[in-house]
Nanobody
Framework: QVQLAESGGGMVQPGGSLRLSCEIS????????TGWFRQVPGKEREWLGY????????AYADSVKGRFTISRNNAKTTMFLEMNQLKFEDTALYYC??????????????WGQGTQVTVSS
């Protein structure tokens, strides 16, 4: 059983930065990946990016590429999402997840409860 818990959400001004954390308990299979998603009420959950468990290879959605960065600690027990140059459209509930790599909505097996990020002037 894998459990994930996000933290670090809050309100930030446009152009600002925020760093989210995802605490991971349980063992992630080497062939799996962990990553980030976000969702706005009434909209589909959006894939943002992932990091492969074994290789550390990352991938990002075009909407956040160059602005968001996924990283983790050496023990791979905490994953981070560093968000820069935030825009109004980045406002959403952010989730971390784990599952079969490359991680997607269809392959994600474990989810956190979400942390709210609000970009407002």
């Amino acid at each position: 059983q894998v459990q994930l818990a996000e933290s670090g959400g809050g309100m930030v001004q446009p152009g600002g930065s925020l760093r989210l954390s995802c605490e991971i308990s349980g063992r992630i299979l080497s062939s799996w990946a962990t990553g980030w998603f976000r969702q706005v009420p009434g909209k589909e959950r959006e894939w943002l990016g992932y990091i492969r468990q074994h290789s550390g290879v990352t991938a990002y959605a075009d909407s956040v590429k160059g602005r968001f960065t996924i990283s983790r600690n050496n023990a791979k027990t905490t994953m981070f999402l560093e968000m820069n140059q935030l825009k109004f459209e980045d406002t959403a509930l952010y989730y971390c997840a784990a599952g079969i790599g490359p991680l997607s909505i269809s392959t994600a097996r474990y989810w956190g409860q979400g942390t709210q990020v609000t970009v407002s002037s």
